[in-house]
């Protein structure tokens, strides 16, 4: 069996160097660098990663990820697209081979992507990424958020893990290329979700609520509805309720708008409602493993929430119970500690920290 690990670069010496370590148990490890101005080639090879180098007069990710593929040699049986800024966990290559030779059947398989961590290291955001992929029969598409499939798909899963250590200090703006998706694929809800998504991150509160109630009449992914309601009830203060009890609907087993509508009635001091949505959050144990999952969902906000509602309404075991979850989950916090001592004490007249 062999195996490469590849990827695409611009200017990305700060990190090249241990995308190739944590990736060295491959037979084959490829960078496409479409035009780095820093030593990310130099570094690479020196590092001893093949590096061929490509520039595109319009960029477009699927392409140029396609162009990787088309890179590697045609005897290589499967690929993982790892990008510069992602590691692989150590014993990535036994795991991997084992789950291949244990579902024969599969044509495509996803890895364990952490994004995020706790503050106790505990991973936060994460998601099943279907990222390995064979050489052959399997194509990049979509211009920006692209994602790879197989022909036929089939999709199988692995106990690979890989991280995200992202340089925060990089400026990222996909709002133009989100744009231009949105022209060249007016039908395509995924690009719309997106780019209404970017227009919010940017504060084009107009923009995003135009494009997100378009977004919605494309029919996509339900929870990508669901979570384009969500940000439709950030656009839209007066009918935040209205929005986000229909995000709800949407995806009856997705945290994330619970833990939203729960914020929303606290933030309006309707405790009781309040308490009701945080607990029928948290009664969603299993997290669901997609990419809009966040990680306030699975913290100690809705824990949170709840102690202090079931304590207003004077519910003291209740907000108890909930005030020494929500105190685990985040031990530094001394605002949360010093909650717990007032729930523990039964319900006096006196506040308690409601910062989040």
């Known amino acids: 069996m062999k ?28 960078i496409l660098d479409t035009g780095s101005k820093d030593n990310t080639v130099v570094t690479a090879e020196k590092a001893g990663v093949t590096v061929v180098t490509k520039k595109f007069k319009k960029f477009k990710f699927d392409e140029a990820r396609n162009a990787a593929i088309d890179a590697l040699p045609d005897d290589i049986d499967w690929c993982i697209s790892l990008d510069a800024d992602e590691v692989l966990h150590e014993g990535w290559r036994e795991s991997l081979e084992k789950d291949i030779i244990n579902q024969p059947d599969a044509t495509q398989f996803s890895f364990n992507f952490i994004n995020s961590r706790f503050p106790d290291g505990t991973p936060a955001q994460q998601w099943a990424r279907p990222m390995i992929h064979p050489r052959h029969n399997a194509r990049w598409k979509w211009p920006i958020h692209e994602i790879i499939e197989a022909d036929p798909c089939i999709m199988g899963i692995t106990r690979v893990i890989a991280e995200h ?10 709002l133009p290329m989100l744009k231009q998706a949105t022209k060249d694929l007016p039908d395509d809800p995924r690009m719309s979700f997106y780019y209404g998504r970017e227009l919010c991150y940017h504060e084009k509160w107009d923009l995003a609520n135009k494009e997100l109630r378009r977004c919605l ?23 935040a309720e209205q929005w986000l009890l229909k995000a709800c609907a949407e995806t009856t087993d997705r945290r994330e708008p619970f833990v939203e509508l729960a914020e929303l009635y606290f933030n309006e001091q309707r405790w009781e409602p309040a308490l009701g949505m945080a607990q029928r959050a948290i009664s969603m144990a299993n997290k669901n493993l997609s990419y809009i999952s966040e990680d306030k969902a699975w913290g100690f906000l809705p824990h949170h929430i709840a102690a202090i509602c079931a304590y ?15 105190s685990q989950l985040l031990p530094e916090d001394e605002n949360l500690k010093k909650n717990l001592e007032w729930y523990r004490k039964g319900y006096v007249e006196s506040p308690v920290e409601e910062s989040f």
Not at 217 to 239: D, F, I, P, Q
């Open 312 to 326: 207003t309404i004077k519910a003291t075991e209740l907000a108890a119970h909930h005030g020494e979850i929500a």
């Open 217 to 239: 009449t494309l029919n996509g992914w339900a929870y990508e509805k669901s979570e384009t309601m969500v940000w439709l009830s950030r656009c839209n203060k007066n009918e």
């Open 3 to 30: 195996i490469a690990v590849y990827t695409i670069t611009l200017n990305e010496a700060k990190h090249v160097k241990r995308w190739a370590e944590s990736a060295k148990d491959a037979d084959y490890r490829l």
């Open 165 to 174: 250590f992202p340089d925060r200090t990089k400026p990222r703006t996909y």
